[in-house]
């Protein structure tokens, strides 16, 4: 560890003092206390939970209670150890996020077995916790083996390829292997059924973000002015329009609107990042209403979304209209302050635990529940943000931004179809939904965003010591 | 069943607990943003901050002391200074050696930091190549290829 570099007041001494450059906290002490927090939110919730439904504490509290901090403390440690200078926030605002979704999926467990319907009453929650271990080796794994993020640039070319192939499989492999509810975004094998895509997401936005550092250069000069707007090259479109043609492509043989509309997102803004042109948005926001126009054309499943979207009153009961219609029934009920936890029948709308769990919050909760999840997602965004405009290079820049925005866009895409805002996608709340593989690729992604924020907030190593002076060097005539 | 009274605690003491966690990471960023830490943006000093409330009498101008642009003055207001040879730049320079975007002064709370935006042959305050944000002080040369800048009042 480089010595501490005595503050010294930017204006005593212009020399030897960058301003700024104190020593820099690594705030591991505050990471630990908010985790702690974290915990205690989420024992309160399972807590409130047992209470209200049966009356007493279940006597599994304590098991969980020691695996989910064990969770976190071994997460602190691992990063106190190779990434003492991380922000403090990331973890604990996942901390609490996975602690929700394990407590409202816990909660929807309970109400479903009660129904007695199910002949195999399944517990879901045990099984989410056990995902959220698997995360946690992921995280570990990630900050072990990347210990520089500018080492995954010179792989760049790879990863974007692997990503595109774990995009891929699920449209090839026969529909017996990879449809679930007739979106074909699984690969089933064994027993377990795997979402690429999620992992693909972070994989892809690895390559967008060293691809454009190498292009971002003739992507936001080389073009001509029309009507006010930079207007790029044709061959400079290039990268946008394989984007573009990949979500398409995507849609098409997935039928997965979710993850085209977040891949492409994702790149468009990206772009924007790098080169600072708002042309770039332009024309992402055309690309996409042409896309979206085809789509509605040609595809029966499109349509029906959009049409539920637009008057899911119209498909209730019967019609693709039952689950927003539900969702917003629970959102209603809820209220401000929610019906409180295990106090509302957030089973009532389908598939709750996964897709629908922003609803679940939102009944029980309230706004003022569901406005904090959002909060949370907001405290990790900026943090991501903050990450991008402190570290000083380009990759790491344009790589956390581009997770950080992931992240928003993703829950902006959840939440607006739960509450009616959006068509329905399909795609996750990130870290409290339940499915291992969202939950999985998600530890991974914030692994990422810790590895960059450790690089932007430690301390610059100290300056060389004072280099021969050029200017003022005597020539030293050399006789031979 | 448990008494309606401790459900109600419940209901809003979780949602209490809830908005205290944000609370507190807002303490956090807020640390962040105000403590003294290492960023590539420099935070103000909390000195210029006090020498400026005393009316600072800071740098007035910007004098070319070498280079084909001698003689050349700028008079300094509040905004950035952007030297380079791009044609927006404040100071345009015609130097072979100096990046089309190659160093940037900025005022802040009255005293001049010199940046260098990733120049090819890089600057120089004094004989010390700028890494990060340096505060300039009157009289201190700033060396850019073959041009001299000094801050005067």
């Known amino acids: 560890m480089a010595a501490p570099v005595p503050a010294v007041g930017p204006g005593t001494d212009p020399k030897n003092a960058a301003p700024g450059v104190t020593t820099p906290p690594k705030r591991r002490g505050t990471e630990l206390v908010m985790l702690g927090f974290a915990v205690l939110i989420t024992l309160a919730a399972q807590t409130i939970v047992d209470i209200t439904i049966t009356g007493s504490p279940s006597p599994e509290i304590a098991t969980f209670g020691l695996w989910f901090s064990g969770i976190w403390v071994a997460a602190h440690l691992v990063v106190r150890k190779v990434a003492p200078y991380a922000d403090p926030l990331l973890l604990p605002c996942i901390a609490v996020l996975t602690g929700l979704g394990l407590s409202m999926i816990h909660r929807l467990d309970i109400a479903t077995n009660a129904l007695g319907e199910s002949v195999s009453s399944r517990e879901d929650a045990p099984t989410q916790l056990l995902w959220a271990t698997v995360g946690l080796v992921v995280f570990v794994g990630v900050l072990l083996v990347v210990r520089d993020h500018r080492a995954l640039a010179r792989l760049a070319y790879t990863i974007g390829l692997v990503g595109l192939v774990l995009l891929a499989v699920p449209a090839v492999l026969p529909s017996a292997l990879s449809e679930v509810n007739g979106a074909k975004i699984w690969i089933r094998v064994a027993g377990f059924s795997i979402q690429p895509g999620e992992f693909a997401k972070i994989c892809l936005v690895i390559f967008f973000a060293a691809y454009l550092v190498d292009k971002r250069d003739v992507l936001a000069l080389a073009s001509r002015r029309v009507l006010g707007l930079e207007v790029p090259r044709a061959r400079d479109l290039g990268p946008v329009l394989v984007a573009w043609g990949v979500s398409i492509l995507v849609l098409v043989f997935e039928r997965d609107l979710g993850s085209s509309l977040l891949l492409f997102g994702i790149f468009v803004v990206m772009l924007y990042v790098a080169t600072e042109r708002v042309s770039w948005l332009v024309i992402g926001v055309l690309l996409f209403s042409a896309g979206a126009t085809l789509a509605y054309r040609l595809f029966g499943h499109v349509r029906l979304r959009v049409d539920t979207w637009l008057d899911p009153f119209a498909y209730y009961p019967d019609g693709g209209g039952y689950q927003v219609v539900q969702s917003l029934f629970g959102l209603g009920t809820g209220g401000l302050f929610g019906a409180g936890l295990g106090g509302g029948r957030p089973d009532q709308v389908p598939v709750a635990k996964s897709d629908f769990i922003a609803a679940a919050i939102g009944e029980e909760l309230g706004l003022f529940g569901l406005v904090a999840v959002v909060v949370l997602y907001l405290v990790l965004v900026e943090r991501g943000l903050r990450t991008s405009l402190v570290v000083r290079d380009g990759f790491g820049k344009l790589l956390a931004a581009g997770l950080a925005f992931g992240i928003a866009w993703q829950v902006f895409v959840v939440l607006g179809g739960v509450t009616g805002l959006l068509p329905l996608t399909g795609l996750t709340t990130p870290f409290v939904a339940y499915g291992g593989s969202s939950l999985v690729a998600n530890f991974g992604l914030v692994a990422l965003l810790v590895r960059i924020s450790d690089a932007a907030r430690r301390p610059a190593a100290p300056p060389a010591p004072p280099a021969p002076k050029l200017g003022e060097a005597l020539t030293e005539v050399v006789r031979p | ?153």
Do not use: C
């Not at chain 2, 100096?98 to 900025?106: E, G, I, Q, V, W």
């Open chain 2, 1 to 153: 069943m448990t008494a309606e009274i401790v459900l109600q605690v419940f209901r809003f003491g979780f949602l209490l607990l809830l908005w205290l966690f944000i609370f507190a990471a807002f303490r956090v960023v807020r640390a962040d943003l105000l403590g003294g830490r290492a960023g590539r943006v420099a935070s103000v000093p909390p000195r210029a901050q006090a020498g400026k409330k005393k009316g600072a009498r800071g740098p007035k101008n910007l004098f070319v002391t070498a280079g084909p642009l001698s003689g050349t003055r700028i008079t300094l207001g509040e905004q950035a200074i952007l030297i380079g040879r791009a044609d927006d730049s404040t100071l345009v320079l015609t130097d072979d050696f100096a990046s089309s975007r190659h160093a940037r002064l900025t005022n802040r709370g009255g005293q001049w930091y010199v940046e260098d935006l990733g120049s090819t042959n890089g600057t120089y305050l004094d004989q010390q190549r700028v890494q990060g944000p340096l505060l300039v002080a009157q009289g201190q040369p700033i060396r850019i290829g073959q041009t001299v800048l000094e801050l005067r009042s």
